[in-house]
């Protein structure tokens, strides 16, 4: 009897041994042969300068709202329509709201959806102290170039523009028609640029097949124990929601005080909201790891390929690693407290502002349910603030050709990196065009080590010349891949 029970334990164990060795087989499958490609004939040296030139153009708002400079937008216009002389023949320009850019490029077969690229043409602004070179000089140093935008996101925008040139004057059609969105105001929420854009596609029936906009990359370092350089492309932005907390407590004496006050109740409420975050949803990073499967140390493959018997473990490794801990859940971040002014008399009120950032699949209802349950104190009352929420965008497909065509067009022109969707914590000017388009993606065709670190929006922002020139081949090939009916 004693033997039995013995073998069966031996059998289950085996049993589980064999079934997690066969999933994390499965998991680690690869990503097939790359398609051979030819690179499009590049001049680095003449990029450099084109982006160098569109630097000089400082589109950078003019107040907190996003008031754009006319004269800056100006200037970029006039040097896109003289750098590139063929787009500007061939392709339809449209101003929208006065400094946005859509372009169209007619493909031969009117009735297949179109495809959009994106860029922004607007910068943050940049205080001179502290850079290397001046960050609106322009300047080729070093094999970069420096200068604000040259990251965020003007080398994109020069990027498509350069590769559109080069297509044309080889004498290329596409069959699908291909869309640049270039919007004005995105580091500024893109309410007047993009949004309005948006608006008009929509107007005119128009349904895109796929968006291209900024974000993700080829990243080195991605996570500790992840081998070379991993490419993530953004399939869904976080949701934003802050909320208002608000106590009305006895306003008194300090002398003689209520048995509690109305910041001790606050506090309370807070406490509670800090120890009871949403859930971590482990489902947004499996699809992660599937891509970056042979990349990632053994036990994390292992782990992910059998979450059904890892969860706990990869909960206690992954929670304590903020961006890990962000990329899988809604998280809650306490950020303004107020409530009293004098040492000696108990305040009236007390109010906290906290911040949520919502992984898609929480809604705000989700958030504002869970905010009720976990304070369970109707002395506390709480509502979202005007105009500083939105709920997380949706998550678009890795499984559909569109998707395909883009992963084999990096994998063509990045040596062949693993390929990973993941969620972006920040929202872009992709957004705006939700309403016409189910397959959008963020990826910025650029390889990005830790010495790319805080220089977006930083200071000594700089792109090296060999990647701008990168990125012109990469957008080329995809126009070529997206611009047919097959997409892939
Ligand atoms: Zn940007």
């Keep these: 009897m004693l033997l039995n029970i013995l073998y069966a334990i031996l059998l289950i164990l085996l049993l589980t041994t064999v079934y997690v060795v066969v999933r994390t087989i499965l998991f680690q499958r690869g990503q097939g042969s790359v398609k051979s490609f030819t690179a499009v004939p590049v001049d680095e040296a003449e990029i450099a300068h084109h982006l160098a030139t569109a630097v000089r153009c400082p589109t950078a708002p003019l107040d907190d709202t996003g008031t754009p400079d006319p004269e800056a937008f100006r200037q970029l216009h006039q ?138 990359g080829i990243i080195e370092g991605m996570a500790s124990g992840v081998r070379g350089p991993v490419a ?20 008194g004496h300090s002398s003689t005080p209520p048995p509690q006050t109305a910041i001790g109740i606050l506090a309370q409420a807070i406490a509670r909201l800090e120890n009871h975050p949403l859930p971590p949803r482990l489902r947004r990073l499996r699809s ?99 105009g500083k929420f939105n709920e997380a965008l949706p998550v678009s497909s890795h499984q559909t050709a569109v998707y395909a065509g883009l992963k084999q067009v990096i994998r063509q022109v990045f040596d062949n990196p693993p390929v990973a969707p993941f969620v972006m914590l920040g929202g872009t000017d992709c957004q705006h065009f939700v309403p016409v388009c189910d397959d959008i993606f963020r990826f910025t065709s650029l390889v990005m080590d830790e010495s790319f670190r805080g220089l977006e929006h930083g200071i000594d922002e700089r792109i090296p010349i060999a990647g701008m020139a990168r990125m012109v081949i990469f957008y080329a090939q995809l126009m070529q891949v997206w611009g047919t009916k097959e997409m892939v």
């Design 79 to 216: 040097l896109l329509a003289e750098t590139y002389p063929l787009v500007h023949q061939q392709l339809e320009r449209e101003v929208v709201n006065g400094y946005s850019l859509l372009y169209t490029w007619h493909g031969r077969d009117p009735k297949l959806e179109p495809v959009m690229l994106m860029a922004h043409q607007d910068v943050v602004s940049a205080p001179p102290e502290g850079w290397t070179h001046p960050p609106f000089a322009g300047e080729i140093a070093d094999g970069f170039i420096w200068g604000r935008g040259t990251l965020d996101i003007k080398n994109q925008l020069i990027g498509i523009m350069e590769a559109a040139e080069i297509l044309l004057r080889q004498g290329y059609q596409p069959e699908r028609t291909i869309l640049f969105g270039l919007g004005h105001d995105e580091e500024t929420g893109g309410v007047n640029g993009c949004k309005v854009m948006g608006e008009l596609l929509k107007e005119r029936g128009i349904h895109l097949a796929g968006i291209v906009d900024e974000g993700g």
């Design 288 to 386: 992660l790891y599937h891509g970056i499967g042979r990349a990632a140390p053994l036990y994390v493959q292992v782990a992910f390929a059998n979450v059904w018997l890892f969860c706990p473990l990869l909960r206690r490794w992954l929670v304590p690693v903020p961006e890990m801990n962000a990329s899988m859940r809604t998280t809650t971040a306490v950020t303004i407290i107020q409530g009293g002014i004098e040492d000696n008399t108990v305040p009236a009120e007390a109010k906290a502002i906290v911040n949520f950032r919502l992984l898609p699949g929480d809604t705000i209802a989700d958030v504002l349910q869970h905010i009720k349950k976990v304070v369970k104190d109707e002395r506390v009352q709480f509502s979202p603030v005007p």
């Design 232 to 251: 993530l492309i953004g399939v869904s932005e976080k949701g934003y929601l802050t909320v208002e907390f608000t106590v009305k407590g006895t306003p």
